[in-house]
C-alpha cells in the first residue's frame, strides 16, 4: 500500500502483489491475498466490468479459467461461494442472510469438470436447513422455482420445518433450469403418484 500512496483500487493492489513474482500463480500466500483484497475492497464496476474480484483478477493476471488445470478444491470451493453470494446475496427460499450455504444442485462429487462444479447457475444459496434437505433429494424445485417434497417428508415434519408448498426460488434463471432438472431426476426422491 505505501508503494501506492497509502490508497488503491483492487486492480493496483492486485497489481503491486502481483508484480513482486510468485512463484507459484495459486500458492496459498497469493490466494490469501486475493481473499484479502475481495474481501476489503468495494466492487468498482468501471474496473472490473461488474466481475467478482477473484474472477477480474485471475482474468487479468493469470488467464483464468484454465480448463486443463486442475484447482484446489479449497480454491474452487471458495471461488464458487463467492459468485453465488454476489448473485443473490440471500436464501434463495426464505430470504435470510445469515449462514447461508454455497449449495450444488449437481452434486460436486457428480460435476464432470471444475467448470461445471463452479458454475453458478449449478448453484442455489441456502439457509442450512434447506440445504440439508435438498441434498438429501428431501425437497426440490420445479421449472417454476416451486418447492417440491418427497413422499418420505411427512406434513407435520414440513410444518415443524416452517415449510410450505407456497414457497419457491427468488430470481430463479434460465441457467438453473438444466441444473434442477437434474436435481429432479437424479437426487429428488419423488413424490407419490
Known amino acids: 500500500m505505501s508503494q501506492l500512496g497509502g490508497k488503491a483500487s483492487c486492480c493496483e493492489i492486485a497489481g503491486a502483489i502481483h508484480q513482486q513474482g510468485y512463484e507459484q500463480k495459486y500458492s496459498e500466500v497469493d ?66 442472510k445469515i449462514q447461508c450455504k454455497a449449495s450444488h444442485i449437481k452434486p460436486r462429487h457428480q460435476c464432470t469438470s471444475q467448470e461445471e462444479q463452479i458454475n453458478v447457475f449449478n448453484g442455489l444459496l441456502l439457509s442450512p436447513a434447506i440445504d440439508e434437505l435438498f441434498d438429501k433429494g428431501l425437497i426440490s424445485f420445479d421449472e417454476q422455482g416451486q418447492i417440491l417434497f418427497a413422499s418420505e417428508l411427512k406434513l407435520h415434519e414440513i410444518q415443524l420445518l416452517g415449510l410450505s408448498d407456497r414457497m419457491k426460488l427468488r430470481g430463479i434463471r434460465s441457467g438453473n433450469r438444466y441444473f434442477l432438472q437434474y436435481h429432479r431426476n437424479k437426487i429428488f426422491l419423488g413424490q407419490e403418484k
Open 31 to 96: 490466494l490469501t491475498v486475493r481473499r484479502i483484497v475481495y474481501t476489503h475492497c468495494p466492487q468498482h464496476v468501471e474496473e472490473y466490468l461488474g466481475q467478482p474480484v477473484f474472477e477480474a483478477l485471475d482474468a487479468r493476471y493469470y488467464g483464468f479459467w484454465n480448463p486443463s488445470k486442475k484447482y484446489s478444491d479449497r480454491y474452487v470451493q471458495a471461488l464458487y461461494r463467492k459468485k453465488l453470494l454476489n448473485s443473490w446475496n440471500t436464501c434463495m427460499v426464505t430470504g435470510v
